[in-house]
């Protein structure tokens, strides 16, 4: 009997309360609370205050830009008026305005064709940087893995390693007969003396990128049996990445740097050639042109790898 009432008693405490509780219990309420309970409104949460935005003023924008173009301008202003004081005291030295004046008949027409030896500044540009790309990507292409290898194994390391020391302070204008004997043509001779120049930062920079790898990281990767191959992508490139950018930075602007010499020796259409053309027409402003146009264009090339390397900045560890 008593286990009848328990059970009985539990299976009451898991229906709920019945109708005749709830009744009971609501007798036992106040008329008041009853009515409070029912007027009183729920309190809604205020909400939280966000961030406070400083935004920069006009003045501010304004200083800003005027810090970071007015040095620049000032500079340049600096070496226009030393060119201008240079020109007035020496009668076959054009000035800054003829120079000027130059630059817009040349750059009217930049790509016409009379011949062989008689063309447009932009067709000897673009003759320059197809020499420079040629020999320049040969050079990525046998640079770079050869800088893997050395890095990679000491045995190799100690056998090249007295070769470069050897080779790398070599000028690169001292391979030009080289390749002209080689070749027998001035176009792929030029394109071998960019090779030879620009190989050796890539080489060197690849190199020591692999032999500053953490060797646990090697370490993990021999508990984990993989082959060199995956050592290679998985591990290696994107540690050695900054370094080999690095490297191809230095590389094209020795390869830009050298293309001008060489091409001047070896005549042809480019831009070197250009140069000493309009050194023996004995146009002056025409070289001082040409002498922005290749800063111009080895900024633009330094610019172009700069970017290249911010986007794959993963690779740093």
């Not at 007027?39 to 003045?59: D, F, K, L, M, Y």
């Not at 390397?309 to 993963?314: C, E, I, L, N, V």
């Amino acid at each position: 009997m008593e286990i009848k009432m328990t059970t009985a008693t539990l299976a009451r405490g898991l229906e709920g309360p019945s109708a005749a509780e709830m009744d009971c219990g609501s007798r036992n309420v106040t008329p008041a609370a009853r009515d409070g309970a029912a007027t009183e409104a729920p309190v809604a949460a205020s909400p939280a205050p966000g961030p406070v935005v400083n935004r920069p003023s006009v003045g501010e924008y304004f200083g800003n830009f005027m810090r970071a173009v007015l040095p620049p301008l000032i500079g340049l202003a600096l070496v226009v008026g030393l060119w201008a004081l240079v020109a007035m005291k020496s009668s076959d030295f054009p000035g800054p305005s003829k120079t000027l004046d130059a630059a817009v008949v040349l750059f009217s027409d930049p790509f016409y064709s009379n011949g062989p030896n008689d063309q447009g500044i932009g067709w000897n540009i673009l003759s320059s940087l197809k020499r420079v790309a040629v020999g320049f990507g040969v050079a990525a292409l046998v640079g770079i893995p050869l800088g893997f290898i050395i890095g990679r194994f000491a045995f190799m390391n100690s056998m090249l390693a007295p070769i470069i020391s050897l080779l790398r302070p070599v000028s690169p204008l001292a391979w030009l007969p080289i390749g002209l004997m080689v070749f027998k043509a001035a176009d792929p001779a030029s394109t071998w003396t960019i090779f030879i120049c620009s190989i050796w930062p890539m080489i060197l920079n690849t190199a020591q990128g692999v032999q500053r790898v953490p060797q646990d990281y090697l370490n993990v990767a021999r508990v984990l049996n993989l082959s060199e191959f995956r050592i290679i992508t998985k591990i290696l490139f994107p540690s050695v990445l900054p370094y080999m950018l690095t490297g191809i930075r230095l590389s094209i602007g020795t390869a830009w740097l050298v293309i001008v010499a060489a091409e001047m020796l070896t005549g042809g259409v480019g831009i070197g050639f250009w140069v000493w053309d309009e050194w023996n027409n004995l146009k002056v402003e025409h070289i001082l042109i040409a002498i922005f146009v290749i800063g111009i264009v080895g900024l633009l090339l330094e610019y172009l790898l700069l970017l290249i390397a911010r986007r794959f900045s993963y690779g740093v560890n």
